[in-house]
């Protein structure tokens, strides 16, 4: 259903399926092209809402707090202890790259993919609209999802029958794994 254009939009508007979910399609053989596509449409989805106001995502928002996977906002009394322990030990981690942003931490965290879609918004809805570090973070995960995308650009190109014999790099490989972990909040494990 990779073409079904209403799908496609639903999919897209909701910034995809949920971890579990879009780990389920990559189980079916020969699937890995419509992932692809319909991943490189939610990710570029993800990637215009990085200068969106707060009400223009706020059912992704939704979503990701019914999922618990943006820090501190499901309700304590009826969560799972682990969990509520685990939400406030990322509200501190927020807090702290917040604390410390430098030149340095930025090169470390571009070079570990940045953060998934999930923690940046909750990381950017501490921050200033105007600073410079909420700036610099957008500009950080714009050049990587950028990069994400055009690995996801080339898999799909060279699963074309013209281009198929151009080997697919690791990069291009694993954009699809690495689509999923940012729109997701689940660690990408190589």
């Not at 092209?33 to 989805?45: E, F, R």
């Not at 609209?129 to 050049?143: A, C, F, G, N, Y």
């Not at 898999?155 to 490989?173: C, L, M, W």
């Not at 694993?174 to 990408?188: C, K, N, Q």
Request: contains cysteine; hydrophobic residues 40%; glycine residues 6%.
């Amino acid at each position: 259903s990779v073409n079904d254009t209403g799908l496609r939009q639903r999919l897209t508007n909701s910034l995809g399926l949920c971890h579990d979910h879009s780990q389920q399609l990559l189980t079916f053989p020969g699937e890995r092209l419509g992932v692809a596509i319909l991943q490189q449409a939610v990710l570029a989805a993800a990637l215009q809402q990085l200068h969106a106001s707060p009400a223009a995502s706020a059912g992704w928002l939704q979503r990701m707090r019914s999922q618990h996977l943006v820090p501190g906002t499901s309700d304590p009394a009826t969560t799972c202890p682990a969990c509520v322990q685990a939400q406030a030990s990322a509200q501190r981690a927020l807090q702290s790259l917040i604390k410390y942003f430098d030149s340095e931490l930025e090169t470390l965290l571009q070079a570990a993919g940045g953060l998934c879609h999930p923690h940046l918004h909750a990381l950017l809805a501490q921050l200033d609209v105007h600073s410079d570090t909420r700036d610099r973070l957008i500009s950080l995960h714009r050049q990587v999802w950028e990069d994400v995308l055009h690995a996801l650009a080339e898999f799909i190109r060279k699963n074309d029958h013209r281009f198929s014999g151009e080997p697919i790099t690791e990069a291009e490989r694993i954009a699809i794994d690495r689509s999923i972990a940012i729109l997701t909040g689940e660690v990408y494990s190589p």
